[in-house]
C-alpha cells in the first residue's frame, strides 16, 4: 500500500507562486503515476497534472499548461507540483493520488489548501 501526503499550500495574491509536495511512502515499486487533482467549493475534483513514476513523462490540464511544473524527485519519493502565475480560479484544495494517469486509486489524503487572492 502506498501513503501519499500533500503539502506546501498557502495563501498568495494573484500572479504569485507556490510549490506543493507530495510525499510517498510504503509500497512505492507499485506507483504508476502520481497525479494531483484539486475541488473547489461546490465543484467536483478535477484533474490538474501527472507524473510517470519511472519515467518523465508529463500530463497536464489545459487550465494550467505554461504555468504549473509537475516534477519528481526520486532519491526523496516526492512529486512536486510548482504553480507559477497563480489566479483567483486556482483556489481549492489540492490532491495527489498514485493510480493510473487522470484516474485516481485508493484513498484519498487531507489535501493542502491553496487560496488565491486577487
Known amino acids: 500500500q502506498v501513503q501519499l501526503v500533500e503539502s506546501g499550500g498557502g495563501l498568495v495574491q494573484a500572479g504569485g507562486s507556490l510549490r506543493l509536495s507530495c510525499a510517498a511512502s510504503g509500497r512505492t515499486v507499485s506507483i504508476d503515476a502520481v497525479n494531483w487533482f484539486r475541488q473547489a467549493p461546490g465543484k467536483e475534483r478535477e484533474f490538474v497534472a501527472a507524473?510517470?513514476?519511472?519515467?518523465?513523462?508529463?500530463y497536464y490540464a489545459d487550465s494550467v499548461k505554461g504555468r504549473f511544473t509537475i516534477s519528481r524527485d526520486n532519491a526523496k519519493n516526492t512529486v512536486y507540483l510548482q504553480m507559477n502565475s497563480l489566479k483567483p480560479e486556482d483556489t481549492a484544495v489540492y490532491y495527489c493520488?498514485?493510480?493510473?494517469?487522470?484516474?485516481?486509486?485508493?484513498?484519498w489524503g487531507q489535501g493542502t489548501q491553496v487560496t488565491v487572492s486577487s
Open positions: 507524473i510517470i513514476w519511472r519515467g518523465r513523462i508529463t
Open positions: 493520488n498514485a493510480g493510473p494517469v487522470k484516474s485516481p486509486a485508493g484513498s
